[in-house]
């Protein structure tokens, strides 16, 4: 069975991340380590240019197995995700009720939802909720789109809403760093076109 050509997009992050590749296992070690003192306290875009840089080096010391190896000290406020035992760094996506928060270094589920801690639980659960609704219409079948009359006018006003939602996210993910250290949320929508600077806080 063939494997599937990369895509344009594939091939740019494999060029962005290639100065990384370059790292030697300490110096990759401690970029990161001195990243996550830079990320704590604060909840990141995940479109932001440094999430962005962390989250190529990251993947490739998951790969190394970097963290495992333990070269270099993340700061304190960062304990060992149990997921691959990297530093916790959690990332809020849309699909919270289902996933959890989402771990920056595997990609594996960093907490359940059941374990986000309340009353931020309950608030992520009707986002979540809110939210399915409005992704679904970039998701309608051919019956849907012709009961709603002008599907386009019904995709433009979910695509607005979902700017509104994904900017909640953002103050949502503010109220985790009483729990984590830092957070990034996901401040995107590619089926129903919004990009990061539709969406404002």
């Known amino acids: 069975m063939g494997t599937e050509p ?4 594939d091939l740019l992050w494999k060029e962005y991340g290639e100065p990384f590749s370059a790292f030697d296992e300490l110096t990759l070690a401690r970029w990161l380590a001195q990243t996550l003192g830079q990320l704590e306290g604060r909840a990141w875009r995940l479109s932001h240019p440094l999430i962005g840089a962390y989250r190529l080096a990251a993947q490739l010391a998951h790969e190394r197995q970097t963290w495992l190896k333990r070269l270099a000290t993340p700061p304190l406020a960062y304990a060992e995700a149990a997921c691959c035992r990297a530093p916790f760094l959690p990332l809020l996506t849309r699909d919270v009720r289902d996933a959890g928060l989402i771990c920056q270094h595997c990609n594996g589920t960093l907490v359940p939802f059941d374990e986000i801690p309340r009353p931020a639980r309950d608030e992520l659960g009707r986002w979540a909720q809110r939210y399915a609704a ?3 219409v970039a998701h309608w079948d051919d019956r849907q ?3 709603a009359g002008d599907y386009d006018l019904a995709f433009d006003k979910a695509a607005e809403e979902a700017e509104q939602l994904l900017a909640q996210a953002g103050h949502l993910a503010v ?4 729990h984590y250290p830092a957070v990034i949320w996901e401040d995107q929508d590619e089926c129903l076109e919004v990009r990061p600077e539709d969406v404002r806080l």
């Open 145 to 147: 789109r012709r009961a």
């Open 134 to 136: 409005v992704h679904a």
């Open 6 to 9: 990369e895509s344009a997009l």
């Open 175 to 178: 109220r985790l760093l009483d």
